[in-house]
């Protein structure tokens, strides 16, 4: 998939919640800090490693849960979860611009996050997640 290309993000996580619910609605996993953004996956791409749809962020406002919001795809950050690769694709709206701050949001975001889900898989006696590279696309702020 080009960078360029358009994509369509289906909201799992409404910005500010702490829940992520399965499709059916049970509660999957309750995050110990609301999330700073829209988080979801992308129809129709290519799956993860894991057999799940592709996950991304949706940077901006809060989006209801279920609402697809179209973007253009900014950043990816790579991880390693239980071994296997885990990218979230970093997901700008239609119209809406790349902020600085959008950034240190994502990538400081992820740090934490690979941290407490490391400690969490480790006391259960798994690997746990590993925080690789953040790649941005070259696009200018504003």
Do not use: C, H
Request: proline share 8%; no cysteine.
């Amino acid at each position: 998939m080009d960078w360029d290309e358009p994509v369509e993000v289906r909201v799992e996580v409404t910005r500010g919640s702490r829940l992520k619910r399965r499709e059916d609605g049970r509660i999957q996993y309750v995050s110990p800090w609301a999330t700073p953004f829209n988080y979801g996956s992308v129809p129709g791409a290519p799956f993860a490693a894991d057999g799940a749809a592709q996950d991304a962020v949706l940077l901006g406002p809060a989006v209801v849960r279920g609402t697809r919001v179209w973007g253009r795809r900014v950043g990816v950050v790579e991880l390693l979860d239980d071994g296997l690769p885990d990218p979230k694709w970093i997901v700008l709206p239609e119209g809406r611009a790349l902020l600085p701050e959008d950034k240190l949001l994502v990538e400081g975001f992820f740090r934490r996050y690979a941290r407490y889900k490391t400690l969490y898989a480790r006391l259960r006696g798994r690997p746990g997640v590993v925080l690789g590279e953040q790649s941005w696309a070259e696009i200018t702020p504003g």
